[in-house]
């Protein structure tokens, strides 16, 4: 089993930037599909980016798309999401997600492991 540990959450003003950080543990982190998904008061955990093992492919939820890059590092065991214009309504807990069914993992019950969070605050 694979363990997750996010990173880099913070507060940040409107049009700022983050990139958070996944450092993953324990079986191989290539041979999981990993994605970043976020939860915020209220609502619903919603998928928002996601690569597969291999860094061929990714894919990204209409609010991410243009703003939000994911990539991961095999090396490094780490997997990155690089947030720029942020929005308040970005606010969340974001979820780093690993799962192991050879597509990037979109849905809840395709994941596999969750890290902790990071709260991700962006005020206006």
């Known amino acids: 089993q694979v363990h997750l540990v996010e990173s880099g959450g913070g507060l940040v003003q409107a049009g700022g930037s983050l990139r958070l950080s996944c450092a993953a543990s324990?079986?191989?982190?290539?041979?999981?599909?990993m994605g970043w998904f976020r939860q915020a008061p209220g609502k619903e955990r919603e998928f928002v980016a996601g690569?597969?093992?291999?860094?061929?492919?990714?894919y990204y939820a209409d609010s991410a798309k243009g703003r939000f890059t994911i990539s991961r590092d095999n090396a490094k065991n780490t997997v990155y999401l690089q947030m720029n214009s942020l929005k308040p309504e970005d606010t969340a807990v974001y979820y780093c997600?690993?799962?192991?069914?050879?597509?990037?993992?979109?849905?809840?019950?395709?994941?596999?492991?969750w890290g902790q969070g990071t709260q991700v605050t962006v005020s206006s």
């Open positions: 324990g079986r191989s982190f290539s041979s999981y599909d």
């Open positions: 997600a690993a799962g192991t069914l050879r597509v990037i993992p979109t849905r809840l019950d395709e994941i596999r492991a």
């Open positions: 690569v597969i093992r291999s860094r061929s492919s990714t």
